[in-house]
């Protein structure tokens, strides 16, 4: 497609198991970036993607979550172990390089019950 | 830390008229900001963008002024229509690539 895409959509789960989030950028787009969305709230960096590189992690809030990328292509979050504070939308956006506008996807709404 | 904060969570506009949303950043160093527009159970939509080299910019019935001397920005709509009503946001760009922004404005257009 044109833009962002995002699987599931929506995600509900209970506390303790592990989900997948999956990204589709833009074709073409070299930059990847995931972010975290609470309600009410702004916004929150989660990881950065270059390529298939990711020069910075640092906001990933523990070591349950990681993060891929492939192919510089597709990108996967996962976290494992699920608390009921990782609820919130997770937004995945690209840009065609860093420093150029990111285009974000509808997100995945997470909910741990 | 440094933030990104919008001056008013909601803004109340007529149809037909010209809205001002406006905006604090507090990075002095920050070159790029981008605002961003948001409806329920989408993801931010891309409006407009300015980088620090400037101090005005234009689009499709907006134009968003920067003023790097008190660190303001402002997004105008211009005859705001009932699909302009959504959350605003404007984002700061920090390193190239880490976007920040706050809890944004909500704009509601009245008939």
């Known amino acids: 497609g044109a833009g962002v895409s995002q699987s599931p959509s929506n995600k509900v789960t209970e506390k303790g198991k592990d989900v997948e989030l999956r990204c589709d950028p833009i074709?073409?787009?070299?930059?990847l970036y995931w972010y975290r969305q609470s309600l009410g709230q702004g916004l929150e960096f989660l990881i950065y993607f270059q390529g298939n590189s990711a020069p910075d992690k640092s906001g990933l809030p523990s070591d349950r979550f990681s993060a891929e990328r492939t192919g510089g292509s597709v990108s996967t979050l996962t976290i494992q172990r699920t608390q009921q504070e990782d609820s919130a939308v997770y937004l995945c956006a690209s840009s065609l390089i860093p420093n150029q506008p990111q285009h974000f996807g509808d997100g995945t709404r997470l909910s741990i019950l | 830390g440094e933030s990104v904060g919008l001056h008013l969570p909601t803004l109340s506009v007529q149809e037909g008229d010209n809205s001002i949303i406006n905006c604090a950043y507090s990075n002095s160093a920050s070159d790029y900001f981008i605002w961003y527009k948001q409806e329920s159970g989408k993801g931010p939509q891309f409006i407009i963008d300015?980088?620090?080299?400037?101090d005005k910019r234009q689009g499709q019935r907006v134009t968003v002024l920067l003023n790097k001397t008190v660190k303001h920005l402002s997004l105008q709509i211009a005859a705001t229509q009932p699909g302009d009503s959504a959350v605003y946001f404007c984002a700061e760009i920090d390193n190239d690539y880490k976007l920040s922004f706050g809890a944004g404005t909500t704009v509601t257009v009245r008939a």
């Open positions: 300015i980088r620090s080299n400037m």
């Open positions: 074709s073409g787009h070299t930059a």
